[in-house]
């Protein structure tokens, strides 16, 4: 994998000042990873209701975004900041910005489904009415349900001088409506509000005793405003619109003054839904006097307003996605359990002798588990520490530390509260775990604990061995089986001892604990990577073999691209696999013309963060973690990356990992020095290539061996 370094770069001209032209706009870059996701969706290689998923996800991703990054903007320019960010763009200048990619990727959307999916779904027995569409037979059916359904757990809230404007949640669907009394000559339109609860499905399927012909499903917004009027005798119905308000959902928590972090998250999750409005969604033709009322009362200019041209909320879609139509979705596939830990009564005898490394979802996450289940079970294990950050809603990992506490065993839990949308599920969990007995700690203040790890200490002998799990994803078996990442088990003592050394440091007291093999943030992790990008600039400017490849979620640290660009004028090669968001410029000629950068998009939600380093005249160092390389990450996460030591393991992902991702053609994406993506181009008689679809390949054939 060494490439020779063909150039050199003088000392003087690697040192020279970087302007900020060299920098992407975060935000755009999340644009388009977005815009990639939605190219999923209009891809006709993948099948129908995966293609419907993939269109549900670009929803759900907006939402976030608005929830989080818009609205820091937002309060940013509220706050009167003016001064941009590495890219030199003000707050203001990039809200404008975002506007205009969003517009555009919401008309797209909506072309996706109205041109695209509706015909096909219709063409495969699934299709979608809107009121207009039914036939007397099923408007009798649809008054119906309305009637018995909807009708009994709507509250209509009327708009006037005695009924203020009411606080409708983050999120939810409300239909608008405009009222007349058809008993006098003016027209008086009477504004009322109909919020909808999430407890109503948002699909509803009409006549679903029916077995036979087409599936004919109607949204629930259709249906209610059908049927509004039911709920004004006496008035008559002129309008009825559907809309949502997204709002400002980011935690505002000093954990310097909050003497009980928990009972704090808690009052401020109660406080969510009073956020400010960020974003308001409406269907398109809504009549400007309602328009303007809501805009008015939500304190929102036309900016931060999109009108909709089809059903609110695509992100409904996903029910529809669920049905049983395994012709219309992705073949199969199970994670297999052919590693030497696919017998659990043998797992400390086999982690005494081997490290072992799983990929998932190829790999199955059940060893995960029966590690942590057996050390709960095991008169010889002693204690077990393990930190979670997003868990699964009936964790297996939860209940085997449960039980491990009730026989006895020393059990330490460090559960992050404030994972973002995930701090009310983590609040039960910590109640639940302390009820046992379990000691549950929050980690360090103004730092979120990111980082993946259990501990277990086992008595052998006369001496007491660490068995040590660290991963790049979340101890989350139902995430496993869609998200691609790596967990890492061994009993090294150089990893188990600082793993241990973390978490005493995390529970008690430790202003600066030292690392000798870990790379852990806040304390070593930034510093000691640009020290190894560094070497490689160092080895390349020496016509030493120099090479980077880099596989993560996201590229933002301003220093830590700065060091990549004084890399590539070293001379080294660098490739750069980044999922999400990129503000590193590629292919600037003379600062970074050796770096390429490729996204994979697919149907797994690539998550591992890997690292490799040719480090000429050593054996090349591998790292695998739970950090991106953000400021967050960096500075105000505690991360945790480890190095992959075993020889096998390193060959594996030398010669398997890194290459097959590097050979994708498929699913990938390249980033052109404009910010754009464009498709990686095939060469004539080169064959379409998917990692992903390769590594299922490959580990369906280690089941079958």
Known sequence: MATRSTKKKSSAAVATPLPTAVFLNRELSWLAFNNRVLEQATDGRHPLLERVRFLSIVSSNLDEFFEIRVAGLMQQMDSGVTEGGHDGLPPEAQLTAIHTGVTALVAAQYHCWHQQLLPALAAEGIEFKTAQDLNPTELKWVHAYFRDQVYPVLTPLALDQSHPFPQLGNKTLNIIVSLDNPDTSEVEHHIAILPVPRILPRLVEISPAKTTGPRRTIFLSEIIK????????????????????????????????????????????????????????????????????????????????????????????????????????????????????????????????????????????????????????????????????????????????????????????????????????????????????????????????????????????????????????????????????????TTRTGITGDVAQLFNSLTGFGRSPIFRHLLVAPYNLHRRIGELIAREAKNAAAGKPARIIVKMNALVDRATIESLYTASQAGVKIDLIIRGVCCLVPGVRGLSENIRVRSIVGRYLEHARAIYFENAGAEPLILAGSADWMPRNFFRRIEVVFPVEDRDLRRWMMREFFPTELRDNANAHALRSDGTYRAVPRRTGVRSFSAQDHLMAAATARARA
């Open 226 to 489: 059908l049927c509004a009027g039911q709920l004004f005798p006496g008035y008559r119905l002129t309008a009825a619109h559907a809309f949502r308000v997204t709002r400002n959902s980011d935690l505002y928590i000093d954990e310097e003054e909050s003497e009980n972090l928990l009972k704090k998250i808690e009052d401020e999750l109660r406080n969510l839904r009073r956020g400010a409005a960020v974003r308001l969604e409406i269907e398109d033709g809504v009549d400007p006097k309602l328009f303007t009322t809501l805009c008015d009362h939500l304190a929102l200019s036309e900016d931060y307003v999109y009108r909709i041209n089809g059903p609110v909320n695509l992100l409904r879609l996903q029910a529809l996605a669920d049905i049983e139509r395994p012709d219309l979705k992705f073949a199969p596939f199970t994670p297999v359990n052919a590693t030497p830990l696919a017998e659990p009564a043998r797992i400390f005898d086999t982690l005494r002798t081997q490290d072992i490394l799983l990929h998932h979802p190829y790999d199955s996450f059940q060893p995960v588990v029966d590690f942590v289940e057996q050390a709960a079970r095991d008169p010889q294990v002693f204690a077990i520490k393990q930190t979670f950050y997003r868990t699964s809603g009936d964790s297996p990992l939860v209940r085997a530390l449960i039980e491990a506490s009730r026989n006895g065993k020393q059990v330490t839990a460090l559960v992050e509260l404030k994972a973002r949308f995930d701090e009310a599920n983590n609040i039960q969990w910590a109640k639940q775990l302390e009820e046992a007995g379990v000691h549950v700690v929050y980690g360090l203040v103004g730092h979120k604990t990111h980082c993946k790890l259990c501990l277990v200490v086992r008595r052998e002998g006369r001496r007491m061995k660490h068995y040590a799990h660290l991963g790049t994803g979340n101890y989350n078996p139902r995430t496993a089986k869609v998200y691609t990442d790596l967990s890492y088990f």
